[in-house]
């Protein structure tokens, strides 16, 4: 299998423009996440689905922030408009959703840097 | 606020000596916890994992013990090889329904040849 797939890997934008990162899971899974790397905070959990439905988007910042699963192979995050302090490492993962199963599959990460 | 904290944000080791890395978690409710490594530019991969009905789980050079009364847990790495030279996250979840993962803010380690 080829893992969690995420594109770009960099994106360079301008402060104001619009960024979609794209994931693709692991092919079976059930669950997709999308996550944001940054020193101060972390690991920090955006949004999540289970089955194409978010469940839970408690930690996505701001209206600007936005997240679709049209199906099971294939996430966006969004950005509209970018800021500066978006600047940061976006990781998608994946995993098949059993009791007692929590582990999680990581993408590469996408790099973002909004001038 | 942070419900699981590591709060060494770096850790240096010789090669061949014990790596203890440490983490803390606020909510009681927390029933698995995992430890996940991440090399630069690339995704976090994950290494071992307790269930809160346990307080030790080795797997090869790797332990990860739990203190549920204190809520900490800690990873040994014994002995250290200068591969294992990377970021490393503690993350909890409730279990349950969800299986969301709540994540630390990482330890960076270096092991010195």
């Known amino acids: 299998d080829a893992g969690v797939i995420q594109s770009p890997r960099h994106e360079v934008t301008e402060m104001g423009q619009e960024v979609t990162l794209r994931c693709k899971p692991i092919?079976?899974?059930?669950?997709l996440f999308w996550y944001r790397q940054t020193m101060m905070r972390g690991l920090e959990l955006l949004i999540y689905?289970?089955?194409?439905?978010?469940?839970?988007d408690s930690g996505m910042p701001e209206d600007r922030f936005s997240a679709k699963m049209p199906n099971a192979s294939f996430s966006t995050l969004k950005i509209q408009p970018s800021e500066p302090r978006d600047s940061a490492v976006y990781f998608c993962a994946s995993s098949l959703k059993l009791a007692g199963d929590y582990e999680q599959y990581f993408g590469p990460g996408t790099r973002l840097t909004v001038t | 606020d942070q419900q699981v904290k590591q709060n060494s944000p770096s850790l240096s080791v010789q090669e061949g000596r014990i790596s203890i890395l440490n983490c803390d978690y606020t909510n009681s409710m927390f029933d698995y916890f995992l430890w996940y490594k991440k090399y630069p530019a690339e995704g976090p991969t994950f290494l071992i994992s307790?269930?809160?009905?346990?307080d030790k789980n080795e797997d090869g050079r790797f332990t990860v013990f739990l203190n549920k009364s204190a809520k900490h847990l800690s990873l040994h790495i014994v002995p250290s090889q200068p591969g294992d030279s990377a970021v490393y996250f503690c993350?909890?979840?409730?279990?349950?329904?969800?299986?969301?993962?709540?994540f630390g803010t990482g330890t960076l380690l270096a092991v010195q040849p």
């Open positions: 689905f289970n089955n194409n439905v978010p469940i839970d």
């Open positions: 307790i269930s809160s009905i346990k």
């Open positions: 993350a909890a979840s409730w279990g349950g329904a969800t299986n969301k993962l709540i």
């Open positions: 092919s079976g899974h059930n669950s």
